[in-house]
Structure formats: C-alpha cells, structure tokens
C-alpha cells in the first residue's frame, strides 16, 4: 500500500538552528500538508501546498517557516531559526484531491523535533 | 469552523461494536464530517467521511442524524488494534476548488478496548 514516507524520524537540534524536515508524498497526489503535534496537545494545521504554492496556512506558520517542493517528489519544511517551542511530531500528509471531496488525507508516521 | 463535542474516553471489548458519539450543532449545510484515528505514536489515520447520507467503508458506519447536528461512528467488532484517539471534525468546503482544505483536530475520544 502506498505510504507518505518522511526523514528523519527524529532530530535533535540547538536553538537558533535551521532545521529541514523532508516527506516523500504518495506518488500520484497533488495536495500536500504539513501538521504539528506537540507533546500531549492536539494536531494542528501548518500548511497546504498546491501546483506549487500555498494555498492556505495557519497562524502557526510565520516567516521562520517555509515549504518547498523542490525536485517533484520530496515536499520539505524549513524552519529557519528554531526555538524551544519548536519542539514537536511534524507530520506530512497528501492527498488526491482536496479534502472535501475525497475526505482522505495520508499522513506519515511523523518527525519528532527536539530543540534544545 | 463550527464545534464538535465528543466524550475524552470510552471503553469497548474486544469483538464487541463500539459506537462513538460526536454532537456538533452549530454544523452548517455545507459542513462534511470526518472521522480519523491516531494509534500510538503514529500520524492520524483516515476513517470514514460524510455530509448527509449514512456512509459505510471497510473500516467503519458513520451515522448521520437527520438534522446533522451530531453523528456516531460505529465499528462493528472492535479489535485490540482500534485502540487509538478518534477525532470527528468538522470541514467546510474551500472557496478555491483547488485549494487544499485545513482539518482542524480537536481532543478526540481516547478509545480503550479490553481483550
């Protein structure tokens, strides 16, 4: 069964770092998320990326984030300038279609970030 | 996005169904349900979605009530591997249709099945 993939499943990193989180999407999906889920609290947007750009994001996602697609298969987050807070499971996630009509997002299995 | 209420936990046996409730009655006509789940340690997982109709999948049932305003997802025979959080959350419709939409997870019903 295809499966979004994403590395590496755990980094550890110092505060004011940057930090790239990479995601192998489902081959033939066109839409693409990124969610966080710090420890014990709930899943939360970031991001969604389409034809190249993104089509809408949370207030989570400020100027220290960035998302990239850069060769047509890897979809990338970027964090520029890492804080403490950072620190959480970063999951990827594609779909077909948008979510309305298909309902179904993929997820991976997640990056768990630590800042220290 | 409109609310959705659901238990913090609920107990099933094993092989047993299990009906999980979610009341959302500020819901809007064009409002969809979904329903994932999160095993342990793992990204949320796809369930089961719907906007009015009853839907089955090889999952689950979602159970829609007739004025929408709250919805059951039902497992037919619980097993050991459905314990996970179950998160029924609300979605409205893009304005853009190509434009991704945001799933906005809320805390979910913590279900525990006992062998």
């Known amino acids: 069964e295809p499966e979004v993939t994403q590395t590496p499943s755990h980094q550890v990193t110092q505060m004011g770092q940057e930090v790239i989180l990479r995601c192998v999407p489902i081959?033939?999906?066109?839409?693409f998320y990124w969610y966080r889920q710090i420890l014990g609290q709930k899943v939360e947007f970031l991001v969604s990326f389409y034809n190249n750009e993104i089509s809408e994001k949370s207030e989570i996602f400020d100027d220290q984030f960035s998302v990239e697609r850069p060769d047509g298969s890897n979809f990338t987050l970027k964090i520029r300038s890492t804080k403490l807070e950072d620190s959480a499971m970063y999951f990827c996630?594609?779909?077909?279609?948008?979510?309305?009509?298909?309902?179904?997002?993929?997820f991976g299995e997640g990056s768990r970030l630590t800042v220290l | 996005d409109a609310k959705t209420t659901q238990p913090n936990s609920m107990e099933s046996n094993e092989e047993e169904p299990v009906h999980l409730p979610c009341n959302h009655s500020?819901?809007?006509?064009?409002?969809?349900i979904h329903w994932y789940r999160q095993l342990p340690s793992q990204g949320p997982e796809y369930v089961i979605h719907g906007l009015t109709s009853n839907v089955n999948n090889r999952m689950a049932s979602l159970a829609i009530a007739e004025d929408r305003k709250s919805s059951t997802l039902i497992l037919h025979r619980a097993t050991l591997r459905d314990a996970a959080v179950y998160y029924c959350i609300l979605n409205r419709p893009h304005l853009v249709e190509t434009s991704g939409s945001r799933l906005t997870f809320g805390e979910g019903t913590q279900l525990t099945v006992n062998p």
């Open positions: 500020t819901i809007s006509g064009t409002d969809y």
């Open positions: 081959s033939n999906h066109l839409y």
């Open positions: 996630a594609s779909s077909e279609a948008p979510v309305r009509r298909t309902g179904e997002l993929f």
